[in-house]
């Protein structure tokens, strides 16, 4: 059996995308079974990024912000990116996100809480970029961008960069509690 490190950064942040990259690329190399990874990338750049690190090893899916999400009628990415990682083979998925989609409209109006709200909050326990890691496959998966059931890699963050990698099987939103997360590649400790 192969030893297996995860990588601790001391804080949450963007300023890690670069080392983050470096373990998923180490990763990859140890790994012949994984031939997807995912990237929550609001702008596209982290996923440009990791393209020119890991781009000729496995499909890369790009995630990114529903439209609103930062205001009405706005798409935190652009056309421009979104052609541009295409042309790289890149694929992007704007879609509702997992844990809050139209729950959040009703708690933002009625307050309390959504059961998912608790999904979410657990996830956060390991780090913001864990629960992107997990939502974002939810939310792959359930456009039909990757299979259920294979190890993927999820990589995600909090607002800008990402400092957070996970191996894990995805499965569709009805079926949130089979989603396992096999194994960190990296998080911050804080």
Do not use: C, W
Not at 80 to 108: P, Y
């Amino acid at each position: 059996m192969a030893r297996k490190f995860i990588t601790y950064f001391d804080k949450e942040g963007n300023d890690y995308t670069d080392e983050l990259i470096m373990a998923v690329k180490d990763k990859l190399d140890v790994s012949e079974d994984i031939k997807r990874v995912l990237i929550a990338s609001s702008s596209g750049k982290s996923a440009l990024k990791l393209n020119d690190v890991v781009g000729d090893k496995v499909e890369i899916i790009n995630v990114t912000h529903h439209i609103g999400f930062s205001g009405p009628n706005e798409s935190d990415i652009s056309e421009e990116m979104i052609q541009k990682l295409e042309n790289e083979g890149i694929k992007t998925l704007i879609g509702s996100h997992a844990f809050s989609g139209a729950a959040r409209g009703v708690t933002n109006k009625y307050g309390g809480y959504s059961p998912l709200d608790v999904v979410a909050d657990t996830f956060r326990m390991f780090s913001h970029g864990i629960k992107v890691g997990a939502e974002i496959s939810i939310m792959a998966a359930d456009a039909g961008l990757i299979p259920v059931g294979e190890e993927i890699i999820a990589i995600g963050g909090r607002g800008h960069g990402v400092d957070s990698a996970v191996i894990l099987t995805p499965v569709n939103a009805k079926n949130l509690f089979d989603l396992k997360i096999k194994e960190i590649i990296a998080m911050p400790r804080d």
